[in-house]
């Protein structure tokens, strides 16, 4: 105690020395203006006081010069209009220091920085803790009785008031500029006012000495002096005073809380902080004020009991914001015609979303849905009557949607089921709210939503304005109709709900026809678009509940591809992007499910839930980018381009496997044939690919091709020729000639030498000839196990080999690659005749390695005078007909 005694006063002595110094410049200051005034010179903020035009005045010395131009000025009018939020020109007090012509000023020095600013804040921040803390001390110490201890915090409070107004007056009167950022005046009065609130809150919600309504008076009469000192001392005080008196309730706290007078008490502050940001377009406390009206929803919100008091909080904060700081709307600061101001928007959205919550936390009681549907009912009202809250429409559809998708989810807790188990509060209770006023409700929101979305059109100078409100009436209707199928219907096939899809559907197409053939207004197109859009979005949903569960993944592929075609008739670019994201809703609805319709897949091939799930939207995405790519190549376009690639390959994967599995998908082994037609798929798919980008240029179709090309590579390098190889493991290959050998060999080297023809020219030759090699070595490997299943049956794993079964690889080999020569001469090509050559030389090097020393007999002799025959006929061919030179016959002698 004795430090800070000390510290008080080597801080007073500071003070009180800087004082002495102030007080010496004001007397030097008021001599000068004296003997101005005595010579007859009329200083130029003197002039400004009259309405009157100022009179010629002599030359004047520099001294007199300075003296006038350090005389404050008349502050100007404050603004009657303009943007809303926009900040006025300060009072007389602060606009005397703002307009002081004096030279610029130095930099701070650490001393002064400490002296005039550190030392203000500190000290104002101290005071009001001091008092708050002072009735804390005096309570948990018993030292004084209750009526007494609120006494004394109310003198505190009234003495702080006192000494602000006081050291204010003198600061004007002296003319000296005060600290815009440290304002003794108003930090102490600040200080004072903080007190004030927490001691009349105390008397009223710890002691009881006053009824509400006398708190009520009270408080209110605290709220409206902080707002006229407010307006007085600037922003400093304001924002002083707003913090302390929201954290009072905090510091000031009683163990058995009283939520009617804490909210009685927010709502009154509320309104006195609305009121002075109103007057000072001050667009930072009116933001500040909303912030911590919403921090106080928190306490107690999922207490049934507190429901009422919540209740009134949200509804009072809701009123108050839409009366004085919703632009253009009753008190609120003038608004600009067709333009959404955020502020305004963000007000009426925060106490919405708190009665969201009020419902959630409630189990969706009938009161908390009828507080919800009035505060969204006034939303209407107010949007209506002012473009700048038209953004708290977009809000209240989404909270809408919410609160009833909630509600559907309470009933299904198998739609929250999670790894662990159910989300925890799922489920219904026995104090949830009716069905019928849910159902009430929704048709309610629905038409609302839905009827002012189209009359909005037209209403507005503004684009956005119209978009906003047809982005909600298309939007609302919709997402009520699917959460209500889900609690209802239970996602199962509906038709009453199939019928009231249909009617919006057609309600909707309605609009989009009248819209279509008004004059073009602002807003307009997009509008329509959005109304064209969500009847493909209402049929979508008619044919999903009419229908099993699988028609759900096709109706959101139609709709994608429905609002492609709409975006090349109305280049929106919003419509572009829907459809990439409906294709992405697709994608992550099929990886849900892969089978589409779960265990009612059934095993009947080709034709089942595969071909219909995957056909029909890899279709729709096909046709979807032929319509985007009309209007140019981007980033919407590339999306459904994969998507459409991606759909077609599963298509042909999974039916692969579900012909092969009987029908089950997820079987973890594969077989020969499987792997043969896998790649026989891919091949076909990647030459597919290949021709169409030749086309399109399309980056996706090229990676797509490169993507299906590396697959087909690695199944046959790891699938055909080590994890299924019929000459590694015991595997039956049934069938002499027509057997399982033929999808997994002879029908991929055959797809693989067409796609190593649909690349050359296009990419790198070493690409394409690696692709022709793989082609070689599958055709190389249908003949030998070809060969092999002759002579050893079925099972081709034998370790032993026959004399006669090696002869018949070299003469098979040796006449493969004779017919690889003949085609690569009659076409010609190159390429086959290089084929040719390489099969030739892997005969004679079989001949003279293995024939030479494993062959006996005939076999051994026969070989070698096949291959000795055949090398000469090539030869031939070669000198004959492919390089054959003709001799030029000699000139004759001219005549």
């Known amino acids: 105690m004795e430090f800070i005694a000390l510290v008080i006063a080597i801080v007073a002595a500071f003070i009180a020395r800087k004082a002495t110094m102030r007080t010496e410049e004001l007397n030097a200051r008021l001599t000068r203006l004296e003997a101005s005034l005595a010579g007859g010179i009329r200083p130029a903020g003197l002039a400004t006081e009259t309405s009157v035009a100022p009179p010629i005045v002599p030359e004047t010395t520099a001294s007199e010069t300075e003296t006038a131009e350090r005389v404050p000025s008349a502050p100007p009018p404050l603004p009657t209009g303009g943007a809303p939020y926009q900040r006025p020109v300060e009072d007389t007090a602060r606009t005397s220091a703002a307009t002081s012509a004096e030279a610029p000023e130095a930099r701070i020095g650490f001393e002064e920085r400490i002296g005039t600013r550190w030392v203000v804040w500190v000290g104002g921040l101290t005071l009001a803790l001091g008092g708050i803390f002072l009735v804390k001390y005096s309570i948990e110490a018993g030292l004084i009785s209750d009526k007494v201890r609120v006494l004394l915090g109310g003198l505190f409070a009234l003495a702080l008031l006192a000494v602000g107004e006081v050291a204010r007056r003198k600061e004007n009167l002296s003319s000296i500029a005060p600290l815009p950022i440290a304002n003794i005046p108003a930090i102490l009065t600040a200080a004072g006012t903080a007190v004030a609130f927490a001691t009349v809150y105390a008397a009223y919600a710890l002691y009881g000495f006053l009824t509400p309504p006398v708190a009520f008076v009270l408080l209110g009469a605290v709220a409206l002096g902080t707002l006229a000192a407010a307006l007085l001392h600037g922003p400093a005080l304001a924002g002083l005073g707003v913090v302390g008196a929201f954290v009072t309730p905090v510091l000031v706290s009683s163990d058995k809380p009283d939520y009617w007078a804490l909210y009685i008490y927010i709502a009154i502050v509320t309104a006195a902080a609305f009121a002075l940001a109103r007057i000072r377009m001050w667009r930072w406390l009116a933001v500040t004020t909303i912030v911590f009206s919403a921090v106080w929803m928190a306490p107690g919100i999922d207490n049934v009991a507190t429901f009422a008091p919540h209740a009134f909080h949200m509804i009072a904060g809701f009123a108050l914001a839409a009366v004085m700081v919703v632009a ?52 209407f009202v107010i949007a209506w009557r002012t473009d700048s809250a038209v953004g ?18 309470r009933a299904n807790p198998d739609l929250a089921v999670v790894a662990g188990g159910p989300l925890p509060g799922i489920g219904t209770r026995a104090d949830d709210g009716s069905i019928s006023m849910h159902l009430i409700a929704a048709a309610g929101f629905g038409a609302a939503f839905g009827a002012a979305g189209f009359l909005a059109q037209g209403r507005s100078i503004g684009a956005i304005v119209p978009v906003v409100w047809a982005a909600a009436g298309v939007f609302t209707p919709l997402a009520l109709l699917v959460a209500l199928y889900a609690r209802i219907a239970h996602l199962d096939r509906s038709i009453p709900f199939a019928i009231i899809a249909i009617a919006v559907a057609a309600a909707f197409a309605a609009i989009t026809e009248v819209l279509t053939r008004r004059e073009a207004r602002p807003g307009q197109m997009i509008a329509t678009a959005l109304y064209a859009t969500g009847t493909l979005a209402a049929l979508a949903l008619a044919f999903t509940f009419a229908l099993e569960k699988g028609w759900l993944t096709i109706a959101l592929a139609l709709m994608s591809l429905g609002t492609a075609w709409i975006s090349m008739k109305r280049p929106i670019p919003f419509l572009r992007s829907l459809a990439a994201i409906l294709a992405g809703i697709v994608v992550l609805r099929i990886g849900y499910e892969p089978r589409i319709a779960g265990n009612d897949l059934g095993t009947t091939p080709i034709f089942n839930w595969l071909l219909l799930g995957y056909g029909i939207p890899a279709a729709s995405f096909w046709l979807g980018s032929y319509f985007l790519r009309k209007r140019g190549d981007d980033a919407p376009l590339r999306s459904v381009e994969a998507a459409a690639i991606l759909f077609t390959v599963l298509l042909a994967f999974t039916e692969i496997r579900h012909y092969i599995n009987n029908g089950n998908i997820y079987r973890t082994s594969a077989t020969l044939i499987e792997f043969g037609l896998q790649v026989c798929a891919a091949l076909a798919m990647a030459i597919g690919l290949e021709r169409l980008c030749m086309r399109t240029n399309s980056i996706i179709h090229n990676i797509g091709a490169l993507l299906l090309t590396w697959f087909a590579g690695l199944a046959i390098l790891f699938g055909l020729f080590f994890m299924e190889n019929p000459a590694i493991w015991r595997i039956e290959i049934a069938g002499k000639f027509v057997n399982p050998l033929i999808l997994g060999y002879a029908i991929p080297a055959i797809l693989a030498l067409l796609l190593s023809y649909a690349v050359a020219g296009r990419r790198a030759a070493a690409y394409a000839n690696t692709i022709a090699a793989g082609a070689l070595v599958l055709a ?7 060969i092999r299943r002759l002579y050893h049956g079925p099972f081709l794993d034998s370790s032993r080999t026959f004399d006669a079964e090696q002869y018949t690889y070299s ?20 390429r086959a005749r290089l084929a040719s050559a390489v099969m030739i030389a892997i005969t004679v090097l079989k001949v003279f390695l293995i024939d030479m020393s494993n062959l006996t007999g005939a076999y051994r002799a026969f070989s070698f005078i096949g291959l000795g025959l055949v090398l000469v006929a090539i030869g031939w061919l070669y000198q004959r007909i492919l390089f054959r030179q003709t001799k030029t016959p000699p000139a004759h002698p001219a005549a």
């Open 328 to 379: 253009g709307f009753m008190f609120g600061p003038t608004a600009e015609p067709g333009r959404i101001e955020r502020v305004s928007s963000f007000s009426l959205d925060v106490f919405l979303a708190g009665a969201m919550v009020l419902v959630l936390t409630n189990n969706h009681a009938d009161a908390s849905l009828i507080v919800f549907a009035l505060l969204v009912a006034a939303t």
């Open 392 to 409: 708290a429409i977009g809000a209240a559809a989404l909270f809408v949607f919410v609160v009833f998708a909630e509600w559907a989810v």
């Open 780 to 786: 190389l490997a249908y003949i030998t196990l070809e």
């Open 811 to 830: 003469v098979a080999w040796l006449v493969f690659g004779v017919v690889l020569l003949g085609i690569g001469l009659l076409l010609p090509s190159q």
